[in-house]
């Protein structure tokens, strides 16, 4: 167990719905990842948060769009769904003590159909 | 473009022999590298981080090298058990501070009784 929860494990929705993804980081984690995961992409990172700001970015779509609140825990939100994001979608977090290591939570598996 | 290829998708060895695979990067000069372990369905769990100016980590029947001449690290299991058979992936962080990691594709290793 990583330390690192994140809900619901399974969504199912249609195309052009919104979903939102939680993940609640390792007690005391300031940064917050996430990554998605599909079987043509391999694991692809989104996005970053530290301490409830955005730090980094990377293949994340438009419609796609995150935050962290202050209790740390972190939301991704997908809107407009197509078939193609049907993925994995994964939070890490990562330490200040223990800098560079990120542990991954059990990832929500969405599919849209 | 950035890219990071591990040796081959699939990798079969017999119960107690060594495993190795291997992690090739270009276009990238990553601050430090980590091997991560990923059962199907489930989110990648660390295993042992590397830094530029190491050689080689071990831990337990673990061991990593980390050639940044080569721009190569080789992933060693050795004794290996069944257990051990899962999707081994290499990640690459980059030296700005976000560390965001950028992963191969994946070696899924099979041990077989």
Same mark, same amino acid.
């Given at each position: 167990?990583?330390?690192? /929860?994140? /809900? ?15 993940? +609640? ?5 300031? +940064? ?5 995961? +599909? ?39 997908? +809107? ?18 223990? /800098? ?10 969405? /599919?849209?159909? | ?15 107690? !022999? ?36 190491? !050689?080689? !980590? ?7 090298? &980390?050639?940044?001449?080569? !721009? ?12 051990? $058979? ?8 980059? $030296? ?6 950028? &992963?191969? $594709? ?8």
């Amino acid at each position: 167990d990583s330390g690192v /929860t994140q /809900t619901p494990k399974h969504l199912i929705t249609a195309t052009g719905q919104r979903v939102t993804l939680r993940c +609640s980081p390792r007690s005391g984690d300031l +940064s917050v990842y996430w990554y998605q995961q +599909s079987l043509d992409q391999g694991l692809q990172f989104l996005i970053q948060y530290y301490n409830g700001e955005e730090r980094a970015k990377g293949n994340i779509l438009e419609r796609f769009s995150a935050q962290q609140f202050p209790d740390l825990h972190s939301e991704l939100n997908l +809107s407009s769904l197509e078939l193609g994001d049907s993925a994995l979608y994964f939070c890490a977090s990562r330490g200040t003590s223990d /800098t560079d290591t990120q542990y991954f939570g059990p990832g929500t598996r969405l /599919t849209v159909l | 473009s950035q890219k990071i290829e591990q040796n081959s998708e699939a990798l079969n060895i017999q119960e107690g !022999k060594t495993a190795t695979l291997t992690c090739n990067y270009t276009n990238y000069s990553p601050a430090y590298l980590q091997w991560y372990r990923q059962d199907p369905g489930r989110g990648p769990v660390f295993l042992l981080l590397i830094r530029e100016n190491e !050689k080689e !980590k071990r831990k337990e029947r673990l061991k990593v090298t &980390f050639d940044t001449t080569l !721009k190569q690290s080789l992933f060693h299991i050795t004794a290996s058990q069944p257990a051990d $058979s899962a999707t081994y992936l290499c990640a690459l962080a980059g $030296s700005g501070s976000a560390r965001q990691l950028t &992963f191969g $594709s994946g070696t899924q290793l099979t041990v077989l009784p």
